[in-house]
């Protein structure tokens, strides 16, 4: 897919993106679908445009390719962060050189999330210019990356709160930034080349304090929330639209070998500090507390918490990745309280007394 040509801003985006609904409308004979399981883009009769619902494709993790990605319609992922970036550059002029560099000088958003990787990630070393040409030439020749880093963006849009724009996901998260050179490496990986994708895991680890092995299978609509302190084996696998907050750790349990790392399945929600080991599979739709110790298969949409973690309950939600709801209420907490009082000796006295109780 070669790069997507730069077209001037006109009129509002959402002006350009009705008419190019209007012109899906007039060319498919009115039909809400085009290949008769693609998503509507967008209505072209739609009073309240909301950019952030312009993509559903995206947010829910479709595994067709988009329709308009590469088509004569253009790129509305790409087209909103153009558009998010030059309002930026004009209500802060400081940073106006480094938008440009960084997003408007580029005529697609794989040149642009190459460039910025690249700067991420360069030292003296590992040229920017190098970094870049490996990504931007991996990228454009990998449809399914294309798409990931799409999806990954959305979700990044769609479900962290403290995200404001397409414009942001793309500059400043480490957890989309160590996703997508993990995307890469594990491109290289898959061809045989082993020994850049290390290099590139290493530098990530260094950089962004994210490790992830390049032979691990992540699938796209992916959010790393915050990104600090994961940690995901060589033999894991993540499917689509899962959420893993910060600290989760997808490891073994000792120096086996061969397929040792868990399994999460689609619309998963991972809760902060949460370990799990092992070759064990995380259901669809599960949802894991945070600091949860987890040694056994989950259920699909079920909720488990503890060391170890054990069910506690069950989600209503298909995807509990897409709500981030991971609290539970105060209710909640005193029911177990309640339950497990009067089951430590402790707490109907007749635990004994220990050395330092004696003092």
């Not at 509507?40 to 390719?65: C, N």
Request: net charge negative.
């Amino acid at each position: 897919m070669a790069c997507l040509s730069d077209n001037t801003w006109v009129a509002p985006l959402s002006n350009q993106l009705a008419d190019c609904a209007s012109l899906r409308d007039k060319e498919h004979g009115g039909d809400s679908d085009v290949d008769g399981d693609t998503p509507s883009f967008i209505s072209a009769a739609s009073e309240q445009f909301r950019l952030e619902r312009v993509f559903p494709v995206y947010a829910m993790g479709s595994s067709k390719p988009p329709a308009v990605v590469g088509s004569d319609l253009g790129d509305p992922i790409w087209d909103a962060v153009r558009q998010e970036a030059k309002l930026d550059a004009e209500m802060e002029p400081i940073l106006s050189s480094f938008l440009y560099a960084s997003i408007l000088s580029h005529d697609c958003l794989e040149q642009a999330l190459s460039f910025v990787l690249s700067n991420r990630l360069q030292n003296p070393t590992l040229l920017a210019t190098q970094l870049m040409d490996i990504f931007f030439d991996v990228m454009m020749h990998d449809r399914t990356i294309q798409q990931a880093i799409r999806l990954d963006l959305q979700a990044f849009k769609e479900r962290d709160p403290s995200c404001l724009s397409y414009s942001s996901a793309l500059l400043y998260p480490k957890g989309y930034h160590s996703l997508q050179v993990h995307r890469v490496a594990h491109a290289l990986w898959s061809r045989g080349r082993t020994v850049l994708a290390l290099a590139l895991q290493s530098r990530v680890s260094e950089v962004f304090a994210v490790d992830i092995h390049p032979a691990a299978k992540i699938g796209d609509g992916i959010l790393l929330d915050h990104g600090t302190g994961v940690v995901i084996g060589e033999t894991a696998v993540v499917g689509n639209r899962v959420s893993l907050m910060h600290g989760v750790t997808l490891g073994g349990t000792g120096k086996e070998v061969g397929d040792r790392h868990p399994k999460v399945g689609d619309g998963a929600l991972i809760g902060a500090s949460t370990t799990i080991l092992g070759n064990i599979k995380i259901g669809n739709g599960a949802m894991v507390a945070a600091g949860s110790l987890v040694l056994k298969d989950v259920a699909p949409h079920s909720m488990i918490a503890g060391i170890p973690a054990k069910v506690i309950g069950y989600v209503e939600e298909q995807d509990p990745s897409l709500t981030m709801k991971h609290d539970a209420t105060k209710d909640f907490f005193e029911h177990v309280a309640g339950s497990n009082y009067g089951r430590c000796p402790r707490a109907t006295g007749q635990c004994p007394e220990t050395k330092d109780d004696r003092h």
